[in-house]
């Protein structure tokens, strides 16, 4: 499924105060962050969006494998 551009546009200006939300408590904390959002802007540009998440939103299989081989090396 091809999300538009338009759409796109929607969803960055409701998730993108979300995510400085959570980096800057990842902050605060000391917590470990993944920052998946980046981390899957450089995957896509490799491979095209629809790999990582079909539908635009909900991780595919080769997603979830990503983002479980890159919290191990967050963590490890």
Known sequence: MHVG???RKE???DLNPKI?????L???Y???LLAADGMFTELAAATG???WAADGVHPT???HAALAAAW???VA
């Open 5 to 7: 551009e338009e759409v």
């Open 11 to 13: 969803w960055r200006a």
């Open 61 to 63: 299989p080769a997603a």
């Open 72 to 74: 191990l090396r967050l």
């Open 20 to 24: 400085q939300v959570v980096r800057e």
């Open 49 to 51: 969006p629809e790999y």
């Open 30 to 32: 000391g917590a470990h």
């Open 26 to 28: 990842a902050r605060k």
